[in-house]
């Protein structure tokens, strides 16, 4: 079974994959399966430029959790979709020395639902699970994943709405 563990960079997915992977669970990284669908650098975005429609179709699919913000892309058996707060989501891309323009960008996409909406357009909802990581620590945030892995949680979307109390950061 292959589980996407996806969402806004700075939400948690790669600290919450390393703490899975600690218990045992089998996790690769989306930008360890890139390489080959490079088709160049965007600079002013501070980014790589991946052929998503290709990687996606010709993606094998792996046996546990496959992390990273276009993990949605893929035909995965269960989608984890991280959220966070967009004040908190700024202070951590900050503190990655992100520049203005991407923490903006990022802040903008976790504001409009954007991996979320893009889950729902791919898989419908039956397969989504969102999960809110703001204030919560990492062990309890792979407990919930964890939870979702083994089948013991019901899908569950809709449960967070930045926009209104953040409509003024776009």
Request: aromatic fraction near 6%; include cysteine.
């Amino acid at each position: 079974m292959m589980i996407a563990l996806t969402g806004t960079p700075g939400t948690g997915k790669t600290s919450v994959a390393m703490e899975l992977k600690k218990r045992g669970i089998p996790v690769t990284h989306v930008s360890d399966t890139t390489g080959p669908y490079t088709l160049g650098e965007d600079k002013e975005r501070d980014t790589r430029i991946i052929d998503d429609e290709r990687w996606a179709l010709e993606f094998t699919p792996v046996e546990g959790i496959i992390e990273g913000h276009m993990a949605h892309y893929l035909q995965a058996d269960r989608i984890v979709i991280l959220r966070c707060r967009p004040d908190i989501l700024k202070e951590r891309l900050s503190g990655r020395g992100y520049s203005e323009d991407k923490i903006q960008e990022n802040v903008e996409s976790e504001i409009l639902d954007v991996a979320l909406a893009e889950a729902f357009d791919i898989h419908g909802k039956d397969i989504l699970y969102e999960i809110d990581t703001t204030g919560m620590d990492i062990i309890t945030c792979a407990d919930k994943v964890e939870e979702i892995v083994r089948g013991n949680a019901e899908p569950e979307i809709g449960i967070v709405d930045w926009l209104i109390p953040y409509g003024d950061m776009i």
